[in-house]
């Protein structure tokens, strides 16, 4: 045989890859897993919402043809697009203030 053991190739090559199947494949149930176990959380209770203070509307009160006609409302032809100010430009109040921390913290 002559070979030594490390120089086989099938030692050498096949063996990682056996490997890396076999793991990969227990390592992805258990990212599978994860789908199906936050799956059956249940939803919150207008009770519980209640006593957080949020308010929950009812099933019979939110339905598709209500949400519909507020849409239906709502004027989507005629629009403007407003771009927001960029860090870089001035008058960004946001922008002077992150620069006047930097220059306090140095």
Same mark, same amino acid.
């Given at each position: 045989?002559?070979?030594?053991?490390?120089?086989?190739?099938?030692?050498?090559?096949?063996?990682?890859?056996?490997?890396?199947?076999?793991?990969? =494949?227990?390592?992805? #149930?258990?990212?599978?897993?994860?789908?199906?176990?936050?799956? *059956?959380? !249940?939803?919150?209770?207008?009770? %519980?919402?209640?006593?957080?203070?949020?308010?929950?509307?009812?099933?019979?009160?939110?339905?598709?043809? =209500?949400?519909?006609? #507020?849409?239906?409302?709502?004027?989507?032809?005629?629009?403007? *697009?407003? !771009?927001?100010?960029?860090?870089? %430009?001035?008058?960004?109040?946001?922008?002077?203030?992150?620069?006047?921390?930097?220059?306090?913290?140095?």
């Amino acid at each position: 045989m002559g070979k030594s053991l490390l120089q086989r190739r099938v030692i050498r090559v096949g063996l990682p890859f056996l490997v890396l199947i076999v793991g990969g =494949s227990f390592g992805l #149930k258990e990212f599978a897993q994860l789908r199906y176990d936050f799956r *059956n959380k !249940r939803s919150v209770t207008k009770d %519980e919402a209640d006593k957080i203070g949020v308010e929950m509307k009812t099933a019979k009160e939110v339905t598709l043809e =209500s949400e519909y006609e #507020k849409v239906k409302s709502i004027d989507t032809t005629s629009w403007e *697009n407003i !771009r927001g100010p960029r860090p870089w %430009e001035e008058g960004n109040k946001l922008y002077e203030q992150a620069v006047e921390r930097a220059q306090s913290l140095k």
